[in-house]
């Protein structure tokens, strides 16, 4: 145990030491800044071109959580990107030879990493709700609607927007330990987050038993977590399926960071280096 | 400063898939000497050097620094400093970041990064970043990586490669004063000129089995003959008395090489001939074809 918290610090350093930490963080500022900046105008809009409820808008009183958890939707794939590049960026750059001669516990190496991602992760976390709540709370106070920053249970699910960026990073890591090659783990996560697992949540949508195997889908999980109304279950209210409690999603994304980081560990980890 | 402790390989082997990269090899590496690992490209050297630092499972046998596995040393960058190959660096990270990190890793002083960046003379070049490295630059920076934690024990594998001339004068005199302060040092080649002016002993290897090892002065009695180079402003008169001995010689740009006899032999012959001897000295050849007849058995490479 007395090498772990030195392989930490390793593992800090070298993110800090290379450039893509900063710049996906800013990519996730701008970018989450300007989904919930830009849904809260559109919305904004709408409730005061008409007096009606507009057709297909989300009800005035989730509004602002869902703008504000905008950070998890939207932005969880920037924590998987940064975990998975922080593991295949040691086979793509040959660094595993360097990391084991100074470190030579491997577990140990990929546990200090996945601490370190778990950090990182919650700092993304704090960036993504940076931009989700001051472009949403600035443009609602715009229209003068209600930004619920006064409401405790904004503040809750903003810090639970928060740990589910965190664990978004650790499953990052498992993913990179199980797909070591850079290019193929990035296209895998870019594939599965932005198409695979929105249609495959669109679809479960429809039968109340997919419904319940889909909410098992890490991004539903995720959704659970975190606890803000997000596009996908605003549009199918009332089709089957309860969405699994906070905690419980909080642990499925959990128990999915370790399992692939086992896996991950036996796969490729813990092989020759040549 | 830190004394060296044997390494010591017993009975390794390797396979990969069905190739034997290293059948059954056991040697054993001095303290306070430089031992030149040698053998030609693809006869297992790195795979064996790997097995050393953990880095790859041998199939069989096991290989030690000062009885313990790499694996299980208390402070392995402080015990063993090792540099594998040119391109493990993140190329966006800088030098001095670099060696940090790991500086981090193996609880190393931090004082200690710009000590080995002087040392190899790194300093002016510490906060760039590696991509735009030479391979010479990086060859340094292997290097100041493996000095990091002073370590008593050095494995550089093909340290010599891609240095300049300078460079390479520059390493052999260090590796000298590392194994003269009593530290253990292991470099590879794969070639024998390129190290055999720093070299105390050598280990051969070939398609991943032990062929000779010793001395480097082994190699030279068990070589081809040893030939003398002599030369004369007047070659003419020079190869006349040699032919008047009945000396067997070949003529080469450098001189005139004589196979069989001693310098001295041949500073008497001209000597007696009155013919004035310009240059006079053994040819050290003889190294390089034992170790090519050694590696070459049943057609290596």
Known sequence: MNLFFPAFRAEVAKLLTTRIWWILAIILLVYIGFVSGG???????????????????????????????????????????????????????????????????RGMVLGAKSATLLIFGAIYGVVGVLASVGAGAGVLALFGLDTQLDNSDTWAMVGRAVLALALWAVIGVGLGALIPNQVAAIVVILAFTQFVEPTLRAVTMFAGWAASIGRFLPGAASDALVGAPSLFNTGAAGTGAEPFEWWQGGLLLAALALVLTVVGYFVSWKRDVT | MPTGVPIEFAGVSKRFGSVAAVSDLSFRVEPGRVTGFLGPNGAGKTTTLRMLLGLVTPTAGSATIGGVRYRDLLSPLSSVGSALEAASFHPGRTARNHLSVYAKAARIDSKRVPIVLETVGLSAHADRRVGGYSLGMRQRLGLAFALLGDPGVLVLDEPINGLDPEGIKWIRGFLRQLAAEGRTVLISSHLLSEVQQSVDDVVIIARGALVHRGPLSSLEIEGAAT???????????????????????????????VSGLEPGQVGHIAFSAGVEVSSLHRQKSGLEDSFLAMVGQGGSL
């Open chain 2, 227 to 257: 030939r003398v180079i002599v030369d004369s402003p007047n070659r003419e008169q020079l190869m006349a008395a040699l032919t008047a001995a009945s000396v067997s010689f070949d003529v080469a740009r450098a001189g005139i090489l």
């Open chain 1, 39 to 105: 849904l809260g105008a559109l919305f904004g809009f709408l409730s005061k071109s008409g007096d009606e409820q507009p057709q297909g808008a989300p009800p005035m009183e989730i509004l602002a959580p869902m703008l504000y958890g905008s950070v998890s939707t939207f932005g969880y794939v920037f924590p998987v990107l940064l975990g998975a590049l922080a593991v295949t960026s040691e086979y793509r750059h040959r660094m595993l030879t360097p990391t084991f001669l100074a470190t030579p516990k």
